[in-house]
């Protein structure tokens, strides 16, 4: 009898933990709508429509799945080419993309609903949580012929704000726009972006606590690995892997069925192939400094936060709406009107966006300027893209969102990212 009780203890703990809030707010779960009743033209859609045909018949991409919702009702849903060419496997809506870099406003969602549980301040330090970070030093010296450096003593410590605002002065590994950073990386055995190998992000962010930094921590906004550093964070402060966390606390309550860091064996049929275009002609691209075979096969033990999922349109598109509902959604609580009030604020001043748009604490978001630039939706817009060619964006304003996945890599002349966003917004009438 006596162990039956901590049994109990625990088991009680776990469900207190993965519960989700219930919300006084409860809106629909995104549903099919028609454009007319949401303000939206039917004429003006059907040439995204035909933008988007011609596209494929250009070849600028070899397929693509796009979404508009607008007030919560999807009025335009599409499939557009081939999936996979090379089996000539045609796209489909409900296909699943490797979102890559979208991956990161999902951790930060995760990283800030354990915020609003009062577990940390942003400003603390992450070697708080995380020890191995206690020295920051930023590099000083880099020999080319063997890659070893020197670094001083950084003048402050990498924190939790830092992290999710590419501030912290961490690089990017094998993308890092610094080869010096590029070679560092590779030399330390760094996973970028995610892999098939067996490793965990504790593992990889330990050995990255231990790098030199691009500048001071605060300074300057430079694209890293601090949301994989933060997906570990998340385990060390829930106690939870990565990928539980998001499957109860965000993916179950929202219904994102299809969002996963790995998939299972019934959903890998509807992974897109990477394709890249050569001799005309669309092919699988090949394995570089990452396994495009990531998704299915593999350890299956790395949760990049940084860049590791994969998901659907609707799935994503359901992921934005709750936010346009300022946290909610169906009924469920993800994050308090407050705290998304926070997260769309400028969080890196003039540091991000060429003036056009500044950094919150999960997202790109369009100010005055790039408003009134023309194509990029109103003040306030969210967006952001990922590594294989996947874009997304999300009006408060006109309660409008557009999806747009594609998976391609190589050199293709692709121009469907920019005409979709501008188009879409040109279609609202009312």
Do not use: C
């Amino acid at each position: 009898m006596k162990k039956t009780i901590p049994v109990l203890f625990l088991a009680l703990l776990t469900l207190t933990l993965h519960a989700q809030s219930k919300s006084t707010q409860t809106s629909p779960p995104l549903s099919e709508g028609s454009p007319e009743n949401v303000g939206m033209s039917p004429e003006r859609l059907s040439k995204i429509d035909a933008m988007l045909k011609k596209a494929i018949a250009e070849d600028q991409v070899p397929g693509a799945v796009a979404l508009i919702a607008r007030n919560g009702k999807i009025i335009f849903y599409n499939a557009y080419g081939m999936a996979d060419n090379m089996v000539k496997k045609e796209m489909k809506k409900d296909a699943i993309f490797r979102i890559a870099s979208q991956t990161k406003a999902i951790t930060s969602t995760a990283v800030m609903m354990l915020w609003e549980e009062g577990k940390f301040q942003l400003d603390d330090p992450i070697s708080k949580y995380i020890p191995e970070f206690g020295k920051a030093q930023i590099l000083d010296t880099f020999n080319e012929a063997d890659s070893t450096y020197t670094a001083n003593p950084a003048k402050d410590q990498i924190t939790i704000r830092d992290l999710i605002t590419h501030t912290s002065g961490l690089g990017y590994g094998v993308i890092d726009g610094d080869q010096r950073f590029q070679k560092i990386y590779a030399k330390a055995g760094i996973t970028d972006l995610f892999t098939t190998e067996d490793i965990t992000i504790a593992e990889s962010v330990k050995k990255l606590a231990k790098l030199p930094l691009h500048h001071n921590p605060g300074d300057a906004f430079v694209y890293s690995e601090g949301l994989d550093v933060l997906g570990h964070f998340v385990e060390v402060i829930s106690g939870l892997p990565f990928d539980q966390f998001l499957r109860t606390r965000i993916f179950q309550p929202l219904g994102m069925n299809d969002t996963w860091f790995y998939l299972p064996k019934e959903k890998q049929d509807r992974l897109v192939a990477v394709q890249e275009i050569e001799d005309g002609k669309w092919k699988t691209y090949p394995e570089t400094f990452y396994d495009t075979d990531y998704p299915i096969k593999g350890a299956k033990r790395f949760f990049s936060g940084g860049a590791g999922l994969s998901s659907t349109a609707k799935d994503y598109a359901t992921f934005l709406q709750m936010y346009l509902n300022n946290g909610e959604l169906n009924g469920k609580r993800i994050l308090s009107r407050t705290t998304v009030q926070s997260i769309m604020g400028n969080q890196t001043g003039d540091l991000f966006g060429g003036g056009l748009e500044y950094y919150g604490l999960a997202f790109g978001v369009v100010n005055q300027n790039g408003q009134d630039s023309g194509g990029k939706g109103s003040m306030g817009t969210f967006d952001w893209g990922g590594y294989f060619n996947t874009q997304y964006f999300a009006d408060p304003k006109e309660q409008v969102i557009g999806v747009l996945m594609k998976q391609t890599q190589g050199d293709v002349s692709d121009e469907t990212g920019w005409k979709f966003r501008q188009m879409v917004f040109s279609a609202i009438d009312d």
